[in-house]
């Protein structure tokens, strides 16, 4: 049975259950929990069944299609920890009367310590050499050996408040900035196409949302257009980038490594993007951190309960949806 005010699905690993402004406040608000962390991919049927009582949910990137919306009859607002909405249908939601919020600005420096981590992990190979140290190994040298992040030519493609945050901090280490972002037309650092920014990159880090101009942008073609020799970094949306492609081009040799947080399928189990050589990996927690987690799940609860109060929240994505949010 529900509490008072009804039932709030949770599917974000990181939320803050025992925390007063988190799942306190939706606790002390007459509202039970109902805890489901995403651990991987689920599917519509898997969702559809977790929420079909819930009058709210503090999500991952769970698929919240057309198909779930209709068997979700109490459902009155989603709130989404972080911003990406590629796994929701908006309009299907706003049509539904189901409010959707995102907690913006919250973990941009976060993602952006993760990127960093992973250009410099493989530009170091820092996994490699942990491993053949602990194999009895010891240097590795010429093609197999570290480089540098100074002087570096490092491409950011999309520029905004993430993109942004990791041209900070590569500032600091002396590296050669360039961008590509088309919704821009100017920046701190010089804007470049698309072509023209995996010719010069020796390191590529991607922080584009998913979207229909996005998706499989990084195709076998671009990606054999990169600076030989080059890495390929992803924290943003695991679709953006033709895994097989990526593969046959680490091991032919034509890309150095590769830094990935995010996958086409997650968990990426069995896949050959696993089994390709030179290849740092992390389970899709760029944006995680004990600060990150705890303001994600802050705002996300602020949101709810401002909805599911009759109110608006500032992050509101479809306000559309209030004028018939389900009562």
């Given amino acids: 049975m529900s509490g008072a005010g009804g039932l709030v699905l949770v599917t974000y690993g990181g939320y803050a259950t025992e925390d007063p402004e988190s799942g306190g406040a939706l606790r002390d ?31 991952d990137a769970d698929p919240f299609d057309a198909s779930v919306l209709q068997r979700a009859p109490k459902l009155r607002v989603i ?3 972080g911003v990406g909405l590629d796994s929701i ?14 907690t913006p600005n919250v973990n941009n420096e976060t993602v952006a310590d993760h990127a960093l981590a992973l250009i410099l992990a493989t530009v170091r190979r820092i996994v490699e050499q942990d491993a053949s140290v602990r194999a009895g190994g010891w240097r590795m040298h010429g093609e197999r050996g570290p480089r540098q992040l100074h002087r570096a030519t490092v491409g950011i493609v999309g520029y905004g408040a993430i993109g942004r945050a990791v041209g900070r901090r590569l500032h600091g280490f002396g590296a050669n900035v360039i961008a590509h972002d088309p919704l821009l037309s100017e920046a701190d650092v010089p804007l470049v196409s698309l072509d023209e ?3 010069a990159s020796d ?70 993007i696993l089994a ?24 996300a609860t602020a949101c709810v309960l401002a ?10 994505v479809n306000p559309e949806a209030l004028a018939h949010v389900r009562r």
């Fill in 89 to 102: 249908d908006l309009a299907a939601a706003t049509n539904a009367g189901v409010a959707v919020t995102t």
């Fill in 203 to 272: 390191v590529v880090s991607i922080h584009s949302p998913l979207n229909d101009e996005t998706r499989g942008m990084f195709s076998a073609p671009l990606i054999a257009a990169m600076k030989p020799g080059a890495i390929l970094v992803n924290t943003g949306r695991g679709p953006i980038v033709d895994e097989n492609a990526l593969a046959d081009a680490l091991e032919r040799g034509h890309l150095r490594a590769a830094g990935l947080d995010v996958f086409e399928t997650e968990p990426p189990l069995g896949t050959r």
């Fill in 307 to 316: 909805i599911l109060g009759g109110g608006s929240a500032p992050s509101l």
């Fill in 29 to 59: 608000a007459g509202y039970e929990l109902s805890w489901h962390p995403r651990e991987s991919d689920r599917t519509p049927d898997q969702l559809a069944e977790l929420v079909a009582d819930a009058v709210a949910a503090i999500a």
């Fill in 79 to 81: 709130a989404r920890t």
């Fill in 197 to 199: 920014l995996v010719a």
């Fill in 276 to 299: 390709a050589p030179n290849v740092t990996v992390s389970p899709h927690h760029a944006g995680t951190s004990d600060v990150s987690n705890l303001e994600m799940s802050r705002v």
